[in-house]
């Protein structure tokens, strides 16, 4: 059996006309000789000797097959879903408009079948087996055959992985790296850090783990901690001032606040008690 019969042949993948070899575009063939042994030159009148040629490609690299070919005439619409063929001509070449090649392109993945293979033979009674007769143009008869092809398997292409394999090793573990903050305080100086500031941050060295991680962040790691210089002893000239207010506030106990400040509401309660007088009914004579 040939090949066409075992579908191990590739489809046509697109149809144009091409005024020579040197215009003919790349990965197509140009048809260049007739099945009877003709020159397959697509002349326009006698008096004219440049012409031009059919010509056609397998290449799947666009993903769309040929999956039928039509002639139709000037006075016809283009049937749905083709399209002419393309024009890969020389500057003041042209194509007879009398009669025009359309192809129905599709998805190479949507169809099983196409067209396989494209032949011309000149206007005579020549017959080519197992093809199908398209129609006549301008002295010559285009043929197409059509039937199962096959569509190669794209292969997946290698990537280069660049990671480093020693990194993945499970014989050497790598041990975690502590915590630290990205934006660390700036260096504040000497004089304007508290004495609380300073007893925090010597707790807070204390409560660090063993490993020398820092167990939480919080909003308010990194932010400097200062008094303000009116509040600072250390820093203000009115220190002994500041001093005599804090020694002349006087701490109360509970017995003295109870004694400054009880009220025992024993006035609102007595004219609360108070029986208010009764105001005789309207007609009913007081007695005398």
């Given at each position: ?62 993903g769309m097959v040929v999956s039928d070919i ?200 007595s004219a609360a008690k108070r029986i208010r ?12």
């Amino acid at each position: 059996m040939s090949l066409m019969e075992h579908g191990s042949v590739r489809p046509v993948t697109a149809v144009a006309w091409t005024s020579n070899s040197s215009t003919c575009p790349t990965y197509f063939t140009l048809i260049s000789i007739t099945e009877d042994g003709a020159t397959a030159n697509f002349t326009r009148s006698f008096a004219i000797k440049s012409g031009y040629y059919l010509c056609y490609s397998k290449d799947l690299k666009g993903g769309m097959v040929v999956s039928d070919i039509q002639l139709i005439s000037d006075k016809d619409s283009i049937p749905h879903g083709y399209c002419f063929i393309a024009e890969h001509l020389e500057a003041k070449a042209s194509v007879w408009k009398k009669k025009r090649v359309c192809v129905r392109m599709v998805p190479v993945g949507s169809v099983d079948t196409a067209v396989l293979d494209i032949k011309v033979t000149a206007k005579s009674k020549m017959m080519l087996q197992h093809y199908t007769y398209v129609g006549d143009v301008h002295g010559y008869v285009l043929w197409c055959r059509k039937g199962h092809f096959s569509n190669p398997t794209p292969q997946a292409k290698p990537r280069s992985v660049s990671l480093d394999l020693r990194q993945l090793s499970i014989d050497q573990p790598v041990a975690p790296l502590p915590l630290r903050p990205s934006n660390p305080p700036p260096p504040l100086p000497n004089n304007k850090l508290s004495q609380r500031r300073h007893s925090l941050h010597n707790k807070d060295t204390g409560d660090k783990s063993a490993d020398g991680s820092i167990p939480g962040l919080t909003a308010l790691d990194g932010v400097p901690f200062s008094l303000h210089p009116k509040f600072d002893i250390q820093a203000n000239s009115t220190a002994l001032q500041l001093n005599s207010h804090l020694n002349n506030i006087r701490i109360k106990s509970l017995q003295d606040i109870k004694n400054e400040y009880d009220y025992t509401f024993a006035v609102e309660e007595s004219a609360a008690k108070r029986i208010r007088p009764s105001v005789p009914a309207e007609g009913v004579p007081s007695a005398q």
